[in-house]
């Protein structure tokens, strides 16, 4: 009997690993629908959640995950099926295996012509007719626990991570502390006008939203002039100082396939059914090949999170700190978005991003470094702003806990107070890597070969908002100008306020005819 026919008349017996969440088979790796061929294995730790139901349903309900909150319970259901079939068909599995022994060796068919007989007196062709059947029976079993297994593995994936004690609970956030002094003066009947940086932006000619709506639509913009400089002398600020605390630089792609989107806890749709992400449009001829889509990345965690996704790394280079500058692309085409003109909230945007994989144990020493890095930049930019601890219904589905920093914006007083959001920090422990099968190799003589990161992201600066805030903290009403923060200055080819330029007069019909 060839090794070829033993396979074609036996099947291959897939086990279920509970705390990895995988089958492997001889037959090579699972592959689902729902993933293409080349998208990372997730390894979901869902013995944890077996073992903690009411912990993970209770995560939930704090995280306004309520379709979610029966999940875990499922997942136990499901499980406690997957199990009993593997119990009672132990017997099956147990002849089929010895079936495969008897064929396997050739000295128990020495006969002529095929006619020799076992040592039960059974001929080779009715062990081959018994393998067939008990074939049969077992495909249709393992198809069944295959069935199972992957809907644990699909309600597994849509549970949020759990949430960091230090987290509070419910909507209100803590606030922690403030970034320099309040300068916003009295509130004066000019500053419905002046003190808005749509209105500075216009007036001084930096910004332009009438000529992006026709180009692009509501949620575009044009920067301009002083404007357009100020753009990359922040990008510029923002990456120096994170190099300056050992951050090393990276520029990422904008274009991300939709399942590394997913692995990182973004998905088309929020809690809410808002859209949050944008995808590219197939061809037809993709769609039948099978090739994964793509994605425009909402931030620059999605691709830097990427970098290594079935890939391992040593402990010993852990932990890897990245900076990187990218223009991101948020849909938010809802009712948050429309109420908010200008540009506190647009489509696309520039952001600098900083990112980091630590081994576990190390995330709150990467959080506070970049909670540091962020302080530093908005004091010396010279705005006012509030350092939050987020609460749980404001969290992501990849983090464990959340820290906001919002600048006052003398326009927005009407609206939260003035506050507005301008970085956020986020601790995910190995909610992505597990996704994206990044691993840490561990040196010889550890309990574990392998293991999984953490990882924590963090908003370096984003231009937009930040942009905005320096245009209406930095108006100098008395001398109708907008000053420039100096730590800008270098890359602002000498400008250190913005004046409204001079227009030019048309020429009169004496020059016109003398031209």
């Keep these: 009997m060839t090794k070829w026919e033993l396979q074609v008349l036996l099947p291959k017996r897939k086990l279920f690993n509970g705390h990895a969440n995988r089958y492997?088979?001889?037959?090579?790796?699972?592959?689902?629908?729902?993933?293409?061929?080349?998208?990372?294995?997730?390894?979901?730790?869902?013995?944890?959640?077996?073992?903690?139901?009411?912990?993970?349903?209770?995560?939930?309900?704090?995280?306004?995950?309520?379709a979610q909150s029966d999940s875990p319970f499922k997942i136990v259901k499901l499980f406690e099926k997957w199990l009993l079939s593997q119990k009672s068909t132990r017997g099956l599995r147990e002849k089929s295996n010895a079936i495969r022994t008897q064929l396997s060796h050739s000295r128990t068919f020495s006969g002529i012509e095929g006619e020799a007989q076992d040592g039960q007196g059974k001929q080779k062709t009715q062990l081959v007719e018994e393998a067939q059947d008990l074939k049969k029976q077992l495909s249709a079993i393992e198809a069944l626990e295959g069935q199972l297994n992957n809907e644990i593995e699909d309600l597994a994936a849509e549970l949020p991570n759990l949430t960091s004690d230090q987290t509070p609970r419910g909507d209100e956030p803590k606030v922690l502390g403030y970034i320099n002094e309040h300068s916003n003066p009295p509130s004066t009947s000019h500053d419905r006008?002046?003190?808005?940086?749509?209105?500075?932006?216009?007036?001084?000619?930096?910004l332009d939203f009438a000529g992006a709506a026709t180009t692009s639509?509501?949620?575009?913009?044009?920067?301009?002039?002083?404007?357009?400089?100020?753009?990359?002398?922040?990008?510029?600020?923002?990456?120096?100082?994170?190099?300056?605390?050992g951050f090393t630089v990276v520029t990422p792609p904008s274009m991300v396939y939709s399942h590394i989107a997913a692995a990182c806890g973004f998905r088309p749709r929020d809690q809410s059914g808002e859209q949050q992400v944008y995808d590219t449009q197939q061809s037809e001829r993709d769609q039948e090949k099978g090739k994964p889509s793509h994605s425009l990345a909402g931030t620059a965690e999605i691709p830097l999170a990427g970098?290594?996704?079935?890939?391992?790394?040593?402990r010993a280079d852990l932990?890897?700190?990245?900076?990187?500058?990218?223009?991101?692309?948020?849909?938010?085409?809802?009712?948050?978005?429309?109420?908010?003109?200008?540009l506190y909230r647009v489509h696309e945007f520039t952001k600098v991003e900083m990112f980091a994989w630590t081994a576990q144990g190390g995330e709150d020493e990467a959080?506070?470094?970049?909670?540091?890095?962020?302080?530093?930049?908005?004091?010396?930019?010279?705005?006012?702003?509030?350092?939050?601890?987020?609460?749980?219904?404001?969290?992501?589905?990849?983090?464990v806990r959340k820290q906001d920093i919002e600048a006052f914006f003398p326009s927005r007083r009407e609206k939260d107070g003035g506050w507005g959001e301008v970085t956020s920090t986020s601790i995910c422990t190995d909610y992505q890597t597990r996704r994206l099968n990044t691993r840490v190799r561990?040196?010889?003589?550890?309990?574990?070969?392998?293991?999984?990161?953490?990882?924590?992201?963090?908003?370096?600066?984003?231009?937009?908002?930040?942009?905005?805030?320096?245009?209406?903290?930095?108006?100098?009403?008395?001398?109708?100008?907008?000053?420039?923060?100096?730590?800008l200055w270098p890359w602002m080819h000498g400008m250190q306020i913005i004046k409204k330029k001079r227009r030019l007069e048309a020429p009169s019909k004496h020059q016109e005819t003398k031209g």
């Excluded at 006008?193 to 930096?206: A, K, Q």
Aim: aromatic letters at 8%; proline letters at 6%.
């Design 24 to 66: 492997f088979s001889q037959c090579g790796p699972r592959c689902r629908e729902s993933l293409p061929s080349i998208a990372p294995r997730p390894s979901l730790n869902i013995k944890h959640i077996r073992q903690n139901p009411e912990l993970y349903s209770q995560n939930c309900l704090e995280r306004n995950y309520k």
């Design 193 to 206: 006008t002046w003190r808005n940086h749509v209105h500075i932006g216009t007036e001084f000619d930096l």
């Design 217 to 245: 639509g509501w949620g575009w913009y044009y920067l301009k002039n002083e404007a357009a400089l100020l753009e990359q002398a922040l990008i510029q600020y923002a990456v120096r100082v994170a190099m300056q605390h």
């Design 307 to 314: 970098m290594k996704a079935d890939a391992a790394v040593d």
């Design 319 to 342: 932990p890897i700190q990245v900076v990187g500058p990218s223009r991101c692309y948020r849909a938010e085409a809802g009712a948050r978005g429309v109420e908010t003109k200008g």
């Design 367 to 399: 959080f506070l470094s970049m909670l540091s890095i962020q302080q530093e930049i908005l004091q010396n930019l010279g705005l006012h702003c509030r350092i939050l601890e987020m609460p749980s219904t404001d969290l992501g589905a990849s983090a």
């Design 442 to 487: 561990n040196p010889a003589g550890s309990q574990t070969k392998m293991d999984f990161p953490s990882t924590v992201n963090g908003t370096a600066l984003a231009v937009p908002r930040v942009l905005a805030a320096l245009l209406e903290n930095g108006w100098d009403e008395k001398e109708v100008c907008v000053r420039i923060p100096e730590v």
